[in-house]
């Protein structure tokens, strides 16, 4: 199925039904026993858990910008850091996770401050890997603002390493994605870069 476009929702009648009985049978397929105690209601609160981690299905973007979009006269870099997320890596369905860091020059319009979490959002609750989030991310404020420029940087840690394959626990990984003046300016790109640095610092 090929990647959709930002502002489309990949599959909206989505709801997660079924996976109770799934995980039912995942459990014995593990040599659990699905009756003790402690997982009796295991099936139902993965469904509820997966249909969470999942909303970015049901979602465009649209729907999490709504009427965010001011006109403003100003031109000068505004980025967002330090945005939390979570997702799961579509490759063995673990969990990756860190922050995301979001620059952009106006062109005559401006995005309201929590929509660019939200944004992050809708995006990290797919099945993802994270240079395609990274993109999407970037794209997502393009199509919405037409800024002068865009900006993106996400720093992930991908448990499908810490806890299996290579097993290191101490590592992380970062993704970029440059738009317009960032992607054509090297000191533009390196404002935004000394920008977000005290983060990367301070770890």
């Known amino acids: 199925m090929p990647v959709p476009k930002t502002n489309e929702a990949i599959n909206p009648a989505a709801d997660a039904s079924g996976i109770a009985d799934l995980t039912h049978d995942w459990l014995e397929r593990i040599g659990e026993d699905p009756q003790r105690e402690g997982l009796l209601k295991t099936p ?3 469904e509820k858990a997966w249909r969470f981690l999942t909303g970015g299905y ?24 330090d945005i939390e997320f979570y997702s799961m890596c579509e490759h063995h ?8 860091h979001i620059g952009y020059i106006p062109r005559g319009q401006i995005l309201g401050l929590s929509k660019f979490a939200r944004i992050t959002d809708l995006y990290a609750r797919r099945l993802q890997v994270q240079e395609r989030l990274t993109t999407q991310i970037a794209e997502a404020v393009q199509e919405l603002l037409n ?5 993106v940087v996400l720093e992930g840690v991908h448990l499908c390493m810490a806890m299996r394959g290579v097993e290191k626990q101490n590592s992380s990984t970062t993704t970029s ?3 317009g ?22 770890r």
């Open 44 to 46: 139902q609160r993965v």
């Open 58 to 81: 049901r979602q465009t973007l649209m729907d999490v910008a709504g009427d965010a979009v001011f006109a403003a006269e100003g031109s000068e870099m505004v980025v967002v850091k």
């Open 93 to 100: 369905m673990l969990p990756f996770y860190g922050r995301a």
């Open 147 to 151: 800024p002068v420029g865009v900006a």
């Open 177 to 179: 994605a440059m738009r």
């Open 181 to 202: 003046l960032f992607k054509e300016d090297s000191r533009t790109r390196a404002e935004f870069m000394s920008n977000i640095q005290s983060h990367f610092a301070a």
